[in-house]
């Protein structure tokens, strides 16, 4: 009988080695989409393709494993105060407790306000006169010290993602734009070999998510606390958070049906034993419990420390979401694919973020053809003229799959304006692909429909 083939390793972002960084050059990042059309040309190059990869790597990480010598499987939970002993997240935890010092120094403005608390800006303003020496200090400084062959350093073209990934001074908001930006200053460290401590099987990637990038997400929602920043590109209450997005994808993959082998793609549906049912996330007492081990959990915990009233009214999608009966591997599917259509594939939330050598602006040579997406249809169009270099519309304009994910083709929305409506509590039934509304009518104005909707380059099918 023949053997089956093995299973592809899952992605994972590549190393510049060693050798090569010397002859490196480092580039300061720049702005490149300035109008609705850029976001097509983003969706084919080298970043989005290296950020997709290394969310999904993350991701893998995190799911549960089976055990030969156990028939419980090993789950991946948060362990707040834990020390943790991996140098390389170390110094990037020593980075986030400097951060996060400077709040002392800049205490929230007293007058009334209706928006932001201006003592922001004065906090933003000491990160940024102390970067530079908070990148240089240990092994950190040691990674951004290399030098490329021009002379510019890591540190030039890598700060400017961190400086990035606290909100904006500006506008006294912060969302999943700047979210991005922290992901992208990790990946950067990634791909230029800082995380070289001698784990295998996923595990420095699992301390990457649950000791760099929760702390990170501590820090963000005590700033937000503080100064009460506003949301940044939110959708309001048809949004699926008004700050976060990666912390729902990580923590439904904490949840997810166990794999055996490392080489195992990402359960598409399934939950391992012991999970809770999604719907455990409209129980206070629950939530209150599993925010201190789950990152989904500890998203949901948030909103309910900043908003007041029923669940399902001041966040209806994450409460029709939480209805569904395929576990949470579904879940864990549905939230990639939405990441890439809400975040990644839409203007006001990457027009800001910024290319250099490490997350080009270059086109993927492996990128297929852009598809016909009605997702990204409607991109805004710059007033002022556009300062990037001129980018051509690809064939067929807009939406693309990437080499890493199977391209969807999206059915149209479900209707002019905002395709949701309000959803009352009751029975929660069906999955993520679509079911019925629980209100009056068909389903097409539920989380499920909009999950539908937003079926893109990340389809996992």
């Given at each position: 009988m023949a053997t089956p083939p093995h299973p592809a390793p899952p992605l994972a972002l590549p190393v510049i080695p060693a050798a090569q960084l010397a002859s490196h050059k480092f580039i300061k990042p720049k702005k490149c989409i300035n109008e609705g059309h850029h976001v097509a040309h983003f969706l084919t190059s080298k970043a989005y393709r290296d950020i997709g990869i290394f969310i999904l790597q993350l991701n893998h990480s995190l799911c549960p494993r089976n055990q030969a010598s156990s028939p419980t499987p090993k789950t991946f939970p948060l362990t707040p105060g834990s020390p943790s002993s991996t140098p390389s997240v170390q110094a990037l935890q020593q980075l986030l407790s400097d951060v996060e010092a400077l709040v002392e120094q800049a205490p929230p403005d007293p007058g009334p306000r209706r928006f932001g608390n201006v003592?922001?800006?004065?906090?933003?303003?000491?990160v940024q006169d102390h970067l530079d020496s908070f990148l240089d200090k240990g092994i950190l400084g040691e990674a951004l010290a290399t030098k490329g062959a021009d002379g510019s350093t890591a540190k030039d073209e890598v700060a400017a993602y961190l400086l990035g990934a606290f909100g904006s001074a500006q506008r006294l908001d912060y969302g999943t734009g700047h979210e991005l930006s922290f992901v992208a200053f990790v990946a950067c460290l990634w791909k230029l070999g800082f995380f070289n401590d001698p784990k295998e099987g996923g595990e420095i990637e699992r301390e990457v998510v649950l000791n760099v990038i929760e702390p990170y997400l501590r820090v963000v929602r005590a700033l937000i606390r503080k100064y009460t920043l506003e949301p940044a590109g939110s959708h309001g209450v048809w949004g699926l958070d008004d700050h976060s997005f990666i912390p729902y994808i990580f923590g439904s993959a904490q949840f997810t049906r166990p794999i055996t082998l490392a080489t195992e793609p990402m359960p598409l549906e399934g939950s391992v034993k012991g999970a809770p049912k999604p719907g455990d996330i409209t129980k206070p007492d629950v939530v209150k419990h599993l925010r201190q081990s789950n990152m989904y959990f500890s998203a949901v915990g948030f909103i309910n420390d900043v908003k007041k009233g029923p669940f399902w009214e001041h966040s209806p999608?994450?409460?029709?979401?939480?209805?569904?009966?395929?576990?949470?591997?579904?879940?864990?599917?549905?939230?990639?694919?939405?990441?890439?259509?809400?975040?990644?594939?839409?203007?006001?939330?990457?027009?800001h973020f910024p290319f250099g050598s490490l997350l080009s602006w270059d086109a993927d040579p492996t990128a297929p053809?852009?598809?016909?997406?009605?997702?990204?249809?409607?991109?805004?169009?710059?007033?002022?003229?556009?300062?990037?270099?001129?980018?051509?519309?690809?064939?067929?304009?807009?939406?693309?799959?990437?080499?890493w994910a199977q391209a969807t083709r999206m059915p149209p929305p479900?209707?002019?304006?905002?395709?949701?409506?309000?959803?009352?509590?009751?029975?929660?039934?069906?999955?993520?692909?679509?079911?019925?509304?629980?209100?009056?009518?068909?389903?097409?104005?539920?989380?499920?429909?909009?999950?539908?909707v937003t079926e893109a380059p990340w389809a996992l099918e």
């Amino acid at each position: 009988m023949a053997t089956p083939p093995h299973p592809a390793p899952p992605l994972a972002l590549p190393v510049i080695p060693a050798a090569q960084l010397a002859s490196h050059k480092f580039i300061k990042p720049k702005k490149c989409i300035n109008e609705g059309h850029h976001v097509a040309h983003f969706l084919t190059s080298k970043a989005y393709r290296d950020i997709g990869i290394f969310i999904l790597q993350l991701n893998h990480s995190l799911c549960p494993r089976n055990q030969a010598s156990s028939p419980t499987p090993k789950t991946f939970p948060l362990t707040p105060g834990s020390p943790s002993s991996t140098p390389s997240v170390q110094a990037l935890q020593q980075l986030l407790s400097d951060v996060e010092a400077l709040v002392e120094q800049a205490p929230p403005d007293p007058g009334p306000r209706r928006f932001g608390n201006v003592s922001f800006r004065r906090w933003h303003e000491l990160v940024q006169d102390h970067l530079d020496s908070f990148l240089d200090k240990g092994i950190l400084g040691e990674a951004l010290a290399t030098k490329g062959a021009d002379g510019s350093t890591a540190k030039d073209e890598v700060a400017a993602y961190l400086l990035g990934a606290f909100g904006s001074a500006q506008r006294l908001d912060y969302g999943t734009g700047h979210e991005l930006s922290f992901v992208a200053f990790v990946a950067c460290l990634w791909k230029l070999g800082f995380f070289n401590d001698p784990k295998e099987g996923g595990e420095i990637e699992r301390e990457v998510v649950l000791n760099v990038i929760e702390p990170y997400l501590r820090v963000v929602r005590a700033l937000i606390r503080k100064y009460t920043l506003e949301p940044a590109g939110s959708h309001g209450v048809w949004g699926l958070d008004d700050h976060s997005f990666i912390p729902y994808i990580f923590g439904s993959a904490q949840f997810t049906r166990p794999i055996t082998l490392a080489t195992e793609p990402m359960p598409l549906e399934g939950s391992v034993k012991g999970a809770p049912k999604p719907g455990d996330i409209t129980k206070p007492d629950v939530v209150k419990h599993l925010r201190q081990s789950n990152m989904y959990f500890s998203a949901v915990g948030f909103i309910n420390d900043v908003k007041k009233g029923p669940f399902w009214e001041h966040s209806p999608i994450l409460f029709d979401i939480s209805g569904i009966r395929d576990g949470w591997g579904k879940i864990n599917k549905g939230m990639i694919k939405m990441f890439n259509a809400e975040v990644l594939s839409k203007f006001p939330v990457v027009q800001h973020f910024p290319f250099g050598s490490l997350l080009s602006w270059d086109a993927d040579p492996t990128a297929p053809a852009p598809s016909q997406s009605v997702h990204m249809m409607n991109q805004p169009v710059a007033v002022a003229p556009s300062t990037a270099a001129h980018t051509p519309l690809p064939p067929s304009a807009i939406g693309t799959a990437a080499p890493w994910a199977q391209a969807t083709r999206m059915p149209p929305p479900p209707g002019p304006g905002i395709p949701y409506s309000r959803l009352p509590p009751g029975p929660r039934t069906g999955s993520l692909a679509s079911r019925p509304s629980r209100g009056e009518g068909s389903g097409s104005g539920s989380a499920a429909a909009q999950i539908t909707v937003t079926e893109a380059p990340w389809a996992l099918e």
